[in-house]
Nanobody, 114 residues
Framework: QVQLVESGGGLVQPGGSLRLSCTAS????????MGWYRQAPRKQRDLVAR???????SYADSVKGRFTISRDNAKNYVWLQMNSLKPEDTAVYYC????????WGQGTQVTVSA
């Protein structure tokens, strides 16, 4: 079964940028949609961005215009470029298919704070 590993999180000041990476242990080309999700403390895990196999993208209103999702099926990677970060973006970020069918990885912590 394909396993997912997220990386690239960290502590950043408001207005800063981070680029998250997700690598899969197997091919992701067979999954029509891949997504990035996030879970803040005491909140449910929510989808923030998704990308279809053809490159079509969709974003949550809260991140539209600031986040960009991309994928490379040949390399089995999915990325999330996050710009103009806000404190409310603080969360653990995960990647998965959309809808999510693979085991969740450990995620990568993003903390936006001055």
């Amino acid at each position: 079964q394909v396993q997912l590993v997220e990386s690239g999180g960290g502590l950043v000041q408001p207005g800063g940028s981070l680029r998250l990476s997700c690598t899969a242990s197997g091919s992701i080309s067979g999954f029509s949609s891949m997504g990035w999700y996030r879970q803040a403390p005491r909140k449910q895990r929510d989808l923030v961005a998704r990308i279809g196999s053809g490159g079509s993208t969709s974003y949550a209103d809260s991140v539209k215009g600031r986040f960009t999702i991309s994928r490379d099926n040949a390399k089995n990677y999915v990325w999330l470029q996050m710009n103009s970060l806000k404190p409310e973006d603080t969360a653990v970020y995960y990647c998965n298919t959309y809808p999510s069918v693979l085991p969740w990885g450990q995620g990568t912590q993003v903390t936006v704070s001055a």
